[in-house]
Structures are given as structure tokens and as C-alpha cells.
């Protein structure tokens, strides 16, 4: 597997911490023994498991009404060929109450049994209802900026950029908007996608229980730095993921309304990095367009981590 | 003095745009001098461009439509070679604004001045001749319907030489398209041509209805108008309740973009989710406007190469009138990942599946049409059993986007990228191959080489399957749309094989091309002398190839479903026509500029807006209106054709269709 740039198989955890450096070696080398993603056939959470058997279960459903279709359609174009002197000639046959009754209900019956999943599904998988489980839910915030993700841990009191930590088997509950234009949180493995709005906050309740990296992107063309938009998403184990908000507070940059300015200039290929400390109610004042209040109590000088790679080759 | 405009809006510095544009403007010279040099201009003019007769309209709409599909088309292979090539460490040969225009251009023209021209031109051309009439309500203005739409694909493709093209997708979604984010002139001439052309289409929409309505042969009941009939009816009335929609939300982006208003923007009030719901109220309506009509084309083929009636006919005109009405109701399936809400999502989730059940009626009765029948594999067949073979996977998918769960894992992906390109090309390209071919013979009198449209048929059959397959799933895989650069080289080997499909696509165009070189060259060995080479059932086949500028000599009587069927079989038993009826002179609308120069200065004035330079914008209105003025005053109507001519025309056509009618008696 290649492992350059932003490929399948990479790393990117480039900060200078220790626990961080570690975990991420330790994420390099399960990434590599497991290879690529098959992305949404893959599920490795309860929602993106569910939403897969939805998919199967729906086609196989349809399946069983369409392959008949098909062969039923190549066989009477055949048999009722002008040249075929055995097929029996019916020039005025055009209604039969019978067939009539069967051709509205087959779809009718199916469209029903399908309509049936597609409310339970709905109602079962909406993105903003919380899982079930017995491990309180992790808080993010994600605000999709031109063109990176940025992803805040309220409680942690840290941020990330184009890198989303999460422990395995806990449920993570995300509020979403966008500082920008909009685009579409998405990292197929996990399920769920939502859109990103400026000025506007989404929900969405997902749960990753197998470690590994995997990848997350943009779904909603948002502009020329889109497909620079690829994040990686690490599922760690919990203890883990407790090491890495513990090892990351108080280093690196800080996010304060400042930096947050500095961030959100336009820039593609982001290489992930970490902000140790995060002015409160960052996410609030993206959604109501407030920010340069902002600042982080003992405030360090911002540093600008961000280094971009230009877009064209 | 001139706006925005400068020398910097020319591409000089980019040989893919510049090089395009040259070779286009030197096609349009070389073909503008040869017309000139054969002297062909004044019949152009008369017949043509000025000509108010709905099948040279539907005609003019047709070309315009299929000079079109290779704009389109040469932006499709350059999406495909841009992803096979830019995959991990590649950029490929199309930076990111290049990239985003032609997405952006190629979505926009196949649907707006491709699949829409083609399907008004199907509607134009034939649905007056399956009525049983002279032409449309308003003749006049279906000239200038067809121009105003011609001004639109016009300031498109000046895009390509001036300036640049939206890079915001074919739907324009702000903010992106908001002044912040998108400040050059891309986006203004997106909403300027399709307001230009929109214009014309929801002018087409009036005249439709109107006609279907209102003007039908004696004894037309609604009960016994042909499905294609019903399906235009269908389509008119949605694009009459849909375009303003569109036109709407296009007028709200633009008083954003010109005269700093919020509807849209992130601050000052604006709300962009407020366009993603007028959009998509147009938009997936959009999809039912182009897919009925291909149901009514399939609907003629089905009956009239089975030699049976339609199956199930009632049932027909009833799950079209039902995809007619609930088209409207479904809109929301578009942006499921919004957050809506499980009711929400759930409720318009069942009605976009519910749309599945009439059109699964409709398959099911064209497999019973040709049941009993005696099916000949002419090329419209090939169509019919392709599209129905492959229309049925693209609802499958369709309905597996319809269910919320599945589409939060397969929203706007490569999967979804597919399962419209299925219904697309599966369901209305198929339409219109099929059609092309079964009407040109009325159109011009002598029919398409049939091996050759057997190679076109192949060629798309096959090329769409390599194209689009693949995607699906990459789609599965995680691929989402619009992507300038590849992530994942795994996929590589799927791309490539998209490429190929999509090369293959192109070989089928240029076969349609050839064929229609070929055919014309041996036009003579081709000729539909009878008026009614496929054995047909519907008025269309019961006058002459090509038909009289009046169509019809005498209104014909229509009793039952088949109007023609019924009273060519009359005919044959009796081995005599009907009793020859007496003739009238026939008032006939005359020609008028009035369509061309006021499609010329709404160009001027989309230009000038497009460019800021105001007073051309002001110059190209008055023009406009002041033809308006000018044709409202006009004292000369209609013209006269006297009963002589009608006469002599009739009968020779009455010659010729007892000697056809004759043979079929014979050979029965």
C-alpha cells in the first residue's frame, strides 16, 4: 500500500508530544496491517452497521421483483418476434383485468414493504437522536471552513484540524455548522453524512467501535479546494483516546478568536494539527458570526501551524 | 464603458478553452459560407428561422439539441480523463477551476439544452400531428420560445470564449454562488441564460397546454389522445408549475449578486437553505418534465413494432397523470442529510417511492404489449428493450436513495452520480435515439440507415454500462462527486474503465453523425413514399413524409383510441379510402422575424448584464420590447392557401396512400 501523501494508508500525526507520537506509531502500523477501506460495505459502528442492512436487505426486496422483470422482458421480445410462427398472434389484446390487478399490485405490495423500512429506518437512524449505550457520550464540534475540518472537544478543552479522534465503543454526540460555504461531514465507515451549514447548526450521534484510521471527507462540492477537503478519522481505544486529550491540553497553538481568523483563511491539503487550548464558546460564535470577542484565558501568542499545499500540481 | 469587460476575459494564456473556442467559431464560419456559397440562406430564412410551423420548430430544437449533446458530451470526456489521470500523486491536466467549470457546464447543458430541446422539440414536432391539427395555439410565439432558448445555449458557450462559466455544480447552490464566495462573472452567466431560457420554456409550457387542451381533432376526446399526447400534457403542466419556481430562485441569487440583497447570503438575514428547497421544487419536477414524454416515445414504439394496441391504455394516462402530480411532492428526497427529522425525511422518502409504483405499472405494460405481438427488431425496439432493461436497475436505485437510512451512506457519491446518469441516458437518451429514428422518416421522407443505428444503439447501450457501473461502486466505496483529484488509487482501475465507457459513448456519437451523413447520401433508396413506413397507429403516419406545411388537408374524424389504425384497417377491408371530403382553403399563420431579432437583443442584454455594462443591458431591452410593439401591430396575420392547392396536394396524396393501402389489402 502506498503510504504518501494524503493516501490511503498515511499518517499525519505530526505533533510534539510524546503520548501522541506513540499512539500515532501505533495507529501507522495497525493501518498498514489492515489496508484500505471498503468504505460504506465496512461498517465499524452500530449506525453505519445498520444502514448497510438496510441497503441489502432493500435491494435484495427489489431484486426479487426486478430479475424477473428483466428476463420476462428479453423473453417475450424474443418469442413474440415477427418471425417466430409459433407465437400466437393477438392483435387486439390490450386490457385484462387480471393483469391489470397484478401489475399495480406487485409494485404496490413492494413499494409498501419498502415504505414500511424506510419509516422505521428514519425514525430508528435519525441523525440528531441520541444511541444507546452506557458510556456517556463524547462531545464534538465540527465546523467545516475553506477548505479543512475543524473539530473542537468542549469538555477536552482542545481542537484538531483535519484529524477526528474518537474512542472506540462510546458514542459521540456532534454538533455541526460551517464557516464557510456549505459541505457535508462524512466518513462512510461510520455512516450517517450531514451537511454543514453557516449560521445553522446540525446533530448527528455516531459510534466507531473498531480502532483504525479511517478516511473522512467533504460530500458537498464547496468550492476549488474541495477535494483537498480528505480527513483522517482515528478510533481509539478509550484509555487511549483519554492519554491523547491529556497529552495534546495546553500544547501547540491556541484557538482563540485570532487564530481562529488565521485559520479560516482559505487553504487545501491541510496537514492535521492540534490546538491545546480552545477559547470557550468557539463553535456558538462561528454560528452566530461573532468571533472576534474571542480570546483564551492565559492567552499564549497564536501560532500559525497551517501549512498548505497549493491545489494545482 | 465596457463593464467588466477587458482583454483579460479572453483565454489567451489556456489552450483547452482557447483551442475550443476557435475550432467552434470556425465551424460556425466554415458552415455559415457554405450555406452562403450553396445560396441556401433564404430558404433557411423562410423555412427556418422565421418559420412559425411547429414541426421546423421541433426540428430547430432538435439540432439544437444534438449540436449541443457534443458540447457536452467533450465536457463529460474531459471530467472522465481528468479523473482517470489525477489519481494520489497526480494533479492531472485540469487545475481545480477548470475542472469545477466543466462539471458546471456539462450538467447545466444536458439538462437545460439538451435533454430539455430534444424532448420540446419531440413535443413540437409531434404532438400537433398525433392531434390531428394544423399547428400549436400560439405559433408566434413558439418561434420565439426556440430562439430564447437558442440566446441561452448561446451565452453559455460565449462563456467558454469570454470570461468564464459558473464553478458552483449545475444547481448554483449558494453561498458558493453568492458574490463572496464566487465573484467573477461565471456565475451571472449561468443565471442569465437560464433565466433567457427560461423564459422560452415556460412560454412552450402555455403553448402546450393550450394545444393539448383546447385544440384536437373532431372527435379527440382526451380518452382517445395518444400516450404521447398525455405524456406532453403531463410534462407542459409540470414544467408550467415548476419553472416559474426556478425562475423564482434564479431572480432571488441574482438580486443578491447585483443589487447586494440577502436572500441567500451567510450574513444580513439570507438563508441558503431557502434556495436548496426552491431549487429542488424545480428540480426533481425537472426530472418527471423529461421522462414522461420518453414514456409516451416508448409507448409508440412498444405498440406500433408489436403490431398491438397499447396494453393497459387507461392505466397508462392514469400513472402518468399520478407521476404528474406527485412529482411535485417529492422534493425534499434531494437533501435527506439537511436534519430535517425522521417525520420529515420519512414522509417525503415513501412519496418519492411511491412515484415507483406507477412507473413499474408502466414497464409492466409495455412487457404486455409486446406480449401477443408480433415484435420487429427495427432500431426504436433495440431502445425500448434497452431502456426497459436498464431503467429498471436505475429505479431500483432510485428507490434505494428514496429510503433516509441509505441515502445518509450514499448521498450525492458516485452511487448517486450513477443512479441519475441510469435514468438519464437509460430512460430519456434511450427515449430520444428511439425517437430520432422513428420520426425522421416523417420528417424528412426517407428513413435512417438501420445498421448503423444498431452500431449507435450498441455504443451507448454498452458504453453506458462501462461508464456508469464502476461508479456505483466507487460510490460504495466512499467516492463523492465533483472531485477534481482522487484520493484513493485503488480506484484507479474503475476510473479507467468509466473512461472507456464514456469513449465509447463518443464512438456511438460519431456513428450518429455518420449515420445521418450516410442516410442523406442514400437518400434515394431510402424514401417513405407511403407517409407511413413502420406500419404506424397514430395520426402522425396518416399524412404525407414530409407532411404539408397545414399537416392536414381536412381535419381528420377521429373514432376510437387508434385513430389512424382503425381507419387504415377500414381502408385495407374495404380496399377503399374514405369518401373524399370537400375542400376548404386553410388559413395558415405567417412567418415572423419577430422570434430571431428578439431572441438577438435578449443576448445583447444578458451579455451587457452579465458584464455590468448598463447601457447595453438598456439598448438590448428597448430592442426587445420595441419588436414586441412592432409585431403587435403587425396588420398581416395569416395567409391563405387556396383551395386549388389543397386540393391537388390531397389528392395526390389520396393517389398514393390507395396504391400503399392497396398493397396491404393485397398482402393480407
Known amino acids: ?313 | 464603458m465596457f463593464g467588466k469587460l477587458s482583454w483579460d476575459a479572453i483565454p489567451f494564456h489556456d489552450p483547452i478553452p482557447l483551442i475550443t473556442s476557435m475550432v467552434m467559431l470556425l465551424a460556425i464560419a466554415g458552415i455559415a459560407f457554405w450555406v452562403w456559397r450553396k445560396g441556401w440562406w433564404p430558404y433557411l430564412w423562410n423555412e427556418y428561422i422565421t418559420s412559425t410551423d411547429h414541426k421546423r420548430i421541433g426540428i430547430m430544437y432538435i439540432v439544437m439539441a444534438l449540436i449541443m449533446l457534443v458540447r457536452g458530451f467533450a465536457d463529460a470526456i474531459m471530467m472522465r480523463a481528468q479523473q482517470s489521470l489525477a489519481i494520489g500523486a497526480s494533479q492531472g491536466f485540469l487545475p481545480p477551476e477548470h475542472y469545477n467549470q466543466i462539471f458546471s457546464a456539462h450538467g447545466t447543458i444536458m439538462i437545460f439544452f439538451v435533454a430539455m430541446p430534444f424532448v420540446i422539440g419531440f413535443m413540437n414536432f409531434v404532438v400537433p400531428l398525433q392531434l390531428g391539427v394544423r399547428d400549436v395555439a400560439f405559433p408566434t410565439m413558439n418561434n420565439v420560445s426556440f430562439w430564447l432558448s437558442a440566446s441561452g445555449a448561446l451565452l453559455i458557450n460565449l462563456s467558454l470564449f469570454i470570461g468564464e462559466f459558473a464553478r458552483t455544480g449545475w444547481l448554483g447552490f449558494p453561498p458558493l454562488s453568492e458574490k463572496e464566495f464566487s465573484p467573477g462573472v461565471g456565475v451571472d452567466y449561468y443565471l442569465v441564460a437560464l433565466q433567457i431560457s427560461g423564459v422560452g420554456t415556460v412560454l412552450t409550457a402555455v403553448n402546450f397546454v393550450t394545444t393539448i387542451l383546447k385544440i384536437r381533432a373532431p372527435g379527440m376526446s382526451y380518452l382517445r389522445m395518444p400516450v404521447f399526447c398525455w405524456t406532453a400534457l403531463a410534462s407542459n403542466l409540470i414544467m408550467l408549475a415548476a419553472f416559474p419556481v426556478l425562475t423564482v430562485a434564479l431572480a432571488q441569487l441574482m438580486l443578491d449578486r447585483y443589487l447586494g440583497f440577502h436572500f441567500f447570503t451567510n450574513d444580513g438575514g439570507g438563508n441558503s437553505m431557502l434556495y436548496m428547497n426552491l431549487i429542488w421544487i424545480w428540480g426533481h419536477p425537472e426530472v418527471y418534465i423529461l421522462v414522461l414524454p420518453a414514456f409516451g416515445i416508448y409507448s409508440e414504439v412498444a405498440a406500433t413494432f408489436s403490431g398491438k394496441p397499447l396494453f393497459g391504455y387507461r392505466s397508462m394516462v392514469f400513472a402518468t397523470m399520478v407521476i404528474c402530480i406527485v412529482s411535485y411532492c417529492v422534493w425534499l428526497h434531494h437533501f435527506f442529510t439537511m436534519g430535517a427529522g425522521a417525520d420529515i425525511n420519512a414522509v417525503f422518502g415513501i412519496a418519492s417511492m411511491i412515484i415507483g409504483i406507477p412507473t413499474g405499472v408502466k414497464i409492466y405494460n409495455w412487457l404486455f404489449t409486446m406480449y401477443g405481438g408480433r415484435v420487429r427488431f427495427n432500431v426504436p425496439v433495440y431502445y425500448l428493450l434497452g431502456f426497459m432493461l436498464t431503467f429498471v436497475i436505475g429505479g431500483l436505485t432510485g428507490v434505494l436513495l428514496a429510503i433516509p437510512p441509505v441515502d445518509f451512506v450514499v448521498h450525492n457519491s458516485l452511487f448517486l452520480v450513477a443512479h441519475f446518469h441510469q435514468v438519464i441516458i437509460g430512460g430519456v437518451v434511450f427515449a430520444l435515439m428511439a425517437g430520432y429514428t422513428y420520426w425522421f422518416p416523417k420528417a424528412f421522407g426517407f428513413t435512417l440507415d438501420e445498421r448503423l443505428g444498431k452500431a449507435v444503439f450498441w455504443c451507448w447501450f454498452i458504453g453506458f454500462h462501462l461508464a456508469f457501473m464502476p461508479l456505483y461502486v466507487l460510490g460504495f466505496w466512499g467516492a463523492t462527486r465533483r472531485l477534481q483529484h482522487i484520493p484513493d488509487p485503488t480506484w484507479a482501475p474503475y476510473l479507467h474503465v468509466a473512461f472507456l465507457g464514456a469513449a465509447i459513448i463518443g464512438l456511438g456519437i460519431v456513428l450518429t453523425v455518420v449515420q445521418l451523413l450516410y442516410s442523406i447520401k442514400t437518400r434515394d433508396q431510402r424514401r417513405d413514399v407511403t407517409g407511413d413506413p413502420w406500419d404506424g397507429r397514430t395520426l402522425e403516419w396518416l399524412t404525407l413524409s414530409p407532411p404539408p406545411h397545414y399537416n392536414f388537408a381536412v381535419l381528420p374524424d377521429v373514432h376510437g383510441e387508434e385513430a389512424y389504425w382503425t381507419r387504415k384497417q377500414t381502408a385495407i377491408k374495404q380496399d377503399q379510402l374514405i369518401e373524399e371530403p370537400d375542400y376548404q382553403p386553410i388559413e395558415m399563420p405567417v412567418n415572423t422575424p419577430t422570434g430571431v431579432i428578439v431572441a438577438f437583443f435578449a443576448s445583447v442584454c444578458g451579455f451587457a448584464v452579465i458584464w455590468y455594462i448598463w447601457w447595453l443591458a438598456i439598448l438590448g431591452l428597448i430592442g426587445a420590447f420595441a419588436i414586441f410593439v412592432w409585431y403587435a401591430w403587425r396588420d398581416e396575420h395569416e395567409h391563405i392557401i387556396p383551395v386549388e392547392e389543397v386540393r391537388a396536394n390531397a389528392r395526390e396524396r389520396r393517389r398514393i396512400r390507395m396504391e400503399h393501402l392497396h398493397n396491404l389489402s393485397q398482402s393480407t
Not at chain 1, 59 to 86: D, E, H, Q
Open chain 1, 1 to 313: 500500500m502506498n503510504s504518501s501523501g494524503f493516501m490511503c494508508g498515511t499518517s499525519f500525526v505530526h505533533q510534539p508530544l510524546h503520548a501522541a507520537r506513540r499512539i500515532s506509531l501505533f495507529v501507522i502500523t495497525g493501518l498498514i496491517l489492515s489496508g484500505c477501506n471498503r468504505g460504506i460495505l465496512d461498517p465499524i459502528g452500530p449506525v453505519a452497521a445498520a444502514e448497510k442492512t438496510i441497503l441489502i436487505n432493500s435491494t435484495a426486496i427489489m431484486l426479487a421483483i426486478i430479475i424477473p422483470t428483466m428476463i420476462a422482458t428479453v423473453a417475450f421480445a424474443w418469442w413474440f418476434r415477427r418471425g417466430n410462427s409459433k407465437a400466437t398472434y393477438l392483435p387486439d389484446w390490450e386490457y385484462s383485468g387480471a393483469v391489470e390487478m397484478v401489475v399495480w399490485g406487485i409494485p404496490i405490495l413492494t413499494i409498501m414493504l419498502l415504505g414500511g423500512i424506510a419509516w422505521i429506518g428514519s425514525h430508528d437512524l435519525e441523525p440528531s437522536r441520541p444511541l444507546k449505550s452506557n458510556v456517556p457520550p463524547l462531545k464534538v464540534e465540527v465546523v467545516s471552513l475553506d477548505w479543512k475540518w475543524l473539530f473542537i472537544y468542549p469538555d477536552q478543552g482542545i481542537a484538531t484540524v483535519n484529524q477526528l479522534v474518537v474512542p472506540a465503543g462510546t458514542p459521540v454526540s456532534y454538533r455541526l455548522t460551517s464557516g464557510t460555504v456549505w459541505n457535508v461531514f462524512w466518513v462512510p465507515q461510520m455512516g450517517t453524512m450531514i451537511y454543514t451549514m453557516p449560521r445553522m447548526t446540525t446533530r448527528l450521534n455516531l459510534q466507531a467501535d473498531r480502532p483504525g484510521v479511517y478516511e473522512g471527507l467533504s460530500a458537498h462540492f464547496s468550492g476549488d479546494g474541495f477535494p483537498g477537503m480528505q480527513f483522517k478519522t482515528q478510533v481509539l481505544p478509550p484509555d487511549q483516546f483519554a492519554m491523547w486529550a491529556q497529552g495534546s491540553r495546553g500544547q501547540g497553538a491556541v484557538l482563540d478568536g485570532a487564530g481562529y481568523a488565521e485559520l479560516s483563511k482559505p487553504s487545501s491539503y491541510v496537514k492535521p494539527m492540534i490546538y491545546g487550548a480552545v477559547a470557550p464558546g468557539l463553535f456558538d460564535s462561528v454560528v452566530a458570526n461573532r468571533l472576534p470577542m474571542l480570546h483564551v484565558p492565559q492567552a499564549a501568542p497564536p501560532a500559525n501551524k497551517i501549512s498548505a499545499e497549493p491545489a494545482g500540481g
